[in-house]
């Protein structure tokens, strides 16, 4: 998985107010926290990070001004309701062989049988729950759909990647080949 690198400042004030000040300045702010870590509140860039999570990234680099750098999962994403735009951002710092549980999102590869034979393909999920090693984390789950038919469904139980654990139910189906109509 690439790792993306954001520069970070320290925050002084806190709260709806403090927030409030950093957005004007065109930054976002962030928490950062960890295990055995202290809490760190910082603020990032608005512009460099929309870009980031525009390019589905998990893992960050944070770098801050007194020279502190800190790996670091996305763990949740707050939007405005109207305007898309990204109000606050928690992350969790990581190591490389600490194991987390994240969500991927699911991307479909191939040209499937069934659509040769006139089906549709429908992506039913969009993201699966994952649990894994830091340093095993890709940045999507690939799914390979070019043997499915029309009229059948791919299942988290026909999905297994190498120390990937999947931890959807197993009959839970990520995308189906529906079958056409006649008319």
């Known amino acids: 998985m690439a790792t993306h690198t954001l520069e970070a400042v320290s925050r002084d004030r806190l709260g709806k107010g403090g927030a409030r000040t950093t957005r004007r300045g065109e930054m976002v ?9 202290e809490t760190r509140h910082l603020a990032i860039n608005a512009h460099e990070l929309t870009m980031t999570l525009a390019r589905h990234a998990r893992l960050v680099e944070l770098k801050t001004a007194d020279g502190l750098q800190l790996s670091c999962l996305i763990r949740d994403v707050q939007r405005h309701p109207v305007t898309e735009g990204v109000l606050h951002v928690d992350f969790l710092a990581v190591t490389p062989d600490q194991t987390v549980v994240t ?3 699911v991307q479909l590869l191939g040209n499937p049988i069934g659509v040769k034979q006139g089906g549709q393909v429908r992506k039913l999920l969009s993201k699966v729950r994952v649990s894994c090693r830091v340093s095993e984390l890709p940045t999507f789950f690939d799914v390979d759909i070019t ?7 791919l299942l988290i139980k026909d999905l297994r990647k190498l120390g990937l654990k999947l931890l959807n ?15």
């Open 29 to 37: 702010p962030v928490v950062v926290y960890g295990k055995d870590q």
């Open 103 to 105: 969500e991927l999102p």
């Open 147 to 153: 043997n499915l038919e029309a009229g059948s469904n």
């Open 169 to 183: 139910h197993d009959h839970v189906a990520v995308a189906q080949i529906t079958k056409m109509r006649a008319k």
